[in-house]
């Protein structure tokens, strides 16, 4: 009856095994296991061993000096807690990092973790350091990067992603997210929600989303670039190149570009860039210390229509404006804008399209050149807004503001010159 009963319970352990659970873990090399899984000394190691259905990874405290590729597999990585600790750091190698990925629009790069062809893998609660990554000019370092690749991005920490031994190389974005273009090959669809992650330290752009095929949905992120520089103009938060989705709650600070070599300047850092994405929806995010705060511009005629800009925190825009909408049938509702150099609201026809006409009502506009500038080929409502502290109320028939009471750091501008990130050049 003993014998009988040991080999009932070794039958029910054997039922529950973590083998049969789909579930991994990876841990350092010396020290004990944090979850009771299969165990594995390197990421890349669980990630070759995980079975095609869907399986979580977790990753223990400590160093993981390694870069991943993810290909196909339907994979959750997620750092977990263990006796007190709870940072689980992925690094590059030794040697730096090494070419893993090739954009769509045939950038080198250089991933901490490469996602590609999936439907469902998800990265969370990880640390990603780039320091040390040994990139150089014309290399496109990038923290996390989904390539025809869907997912969830959460919680996660993503630093320090520069092409060194210097900034202005143009590549070095934290987060990317970008799909093949229809009918050319690769050929994809990339759907991602990004939520609560850490940026800081990156080189051209925080968080991007590009083309047809990507749907981001990016909400309650912190991303902090340099501050003001003269090396590079920077930007936070990207959805561009025909992706569609969402920029939400999201805290944005310093991508402010200085190098301006005349009275004009032609070129311009973001915290929020959107161009030639249909419909995007920008609301209730903080961001401080740009060129401009939220910038929505089309390329070509009706590629950026009904943009959503509302109830955004906006101030310390130096140079241009904290939102510009160039772009036609935009919508710019219940704003807090405070300290635009040029204007709280641009209604501007300077982009693709010939005519724009838009809105911007319910805005509450303190210290800036003119409240809201309409361009010469623009209109729309501008009423009922608020005002504080503001040279012109609603100036209408220009695309610049020259302030009455003495040089602001934005008096006499050219119309600024983004640069996305991913496209067929950076500036």
């Keep these: 009856m003993r014998l009988r009963n040991w080999i009932l319970s070794a039958a029910l352990l054997l039922a529950a095994s973590p083998m049969f659970a789909g579930n991994l873990v ?89 996602v590609e062809n999936t439907t469902a893998a998800n990265i969370e609660d990880l640390t ?63 759907h991602v929600t990004i939520t609560y992650n850490n940026v800081e330290n990156y080189d051209k752009n925080g968080i991007t989303a590009n083309l047809q ?37 999201n805290n944005i600070a310093d991508n402010s570009y200085s190098n301006c070599p005349g009275p004009t300047c032609g070129t311009a850092a973001t915290g929020i860039l959107v161009y030639q994405s249909l419909a995007p929806t920008i609301s209730t995010n903080t961001v401080t210390n740009s060129n401009v705060g939220i910038y929505v511009a089309s390329g070509n005629p009706g590629d950026t229509n009904n943009a959503v800009v509302n109830a955004n925190v906006i101030s310390a825009t130096h140079l241009y404006d904290a939102v510009d909408m160039c772009a036609d049938l935009g919508t710019v509702t219940a704003n807090k804008i405070t300290g635009a150099d040029e204007s709280g609201v641009h209604l501007d026809d300077e982009c693709g399209d010939a005519t724009v006409t838009g809105s911007a009502t ?11 500038l309409v361009g010469p080929s623009a209109s729309g409502l501008t009423s009922p807004d608020t005002y504080y502290n503001v040279g012109t109320q609603v100036m209408t028939g220009s695309d610049s503001c020259t302030p009455p009471l003495g040089p602001r750091k934005g008096a006499v501008k050219s119309h600024p010159v983004v640069s996305p990130a991913g496209g067929p050049s950076r500036l």
């Design 26 to 114: 990876v841990h350092m090399t010396g020290n004990p296991s944090c979850e009771p899984y299969t165990q594995f000394t390197s990421i890349q190691a669980a990630v070759n061993a995980a079975p095609a259905s869907a399986t979580t990874i977790y990753v223990c405290p400590g160093t993981y000096p390694e870069q991943i590729t993810i290909n196909g597999k339907k994979v959750t990585l997620k750092g977990v807690a263990y006796s007190g600790a709870n940072a689980a750091v992925i690094t590059p190698p030794a040697s730096g990092l090494v070419q893993n990925a090739t954009s769509i629009y045939g950038h080198l790069v250089f991933a901490q973790v490469f």
């Design 362 to 372: 319910g805005n509450t506009i303190s210290s800036s050149c003119a409240g809201i």
């Design 128 to 190: 990603f350091d780039a320091t040390g990554n040994n990139t150089n000019c014309g290399d496109d370092p990038i923290g996390i990067y989904y390539q025809n690749a869907s997912g969830t991005i959460t919680r996660n920490s993503v630093l320090n992603v520069l092409v060194v031994p210097a900034i202005g190389c143009q590549g070095g974005l934290g987060i990317f997210a970008e799909s093949g273009f229809p009918g050319q090959p690769p050929v994809g669809v990339t």
């Design 213 to 249: 095929n990507t749907t981001a949905t990016i909400s309650y992120n912190t991303v902090v670039g340099f501050g003001t520089t003269d090396q590079i103009a920077q930007n936070g938060i990207q959805l561009a190149f025909g992706a569609t989705g969402s920029i939400t709650n």
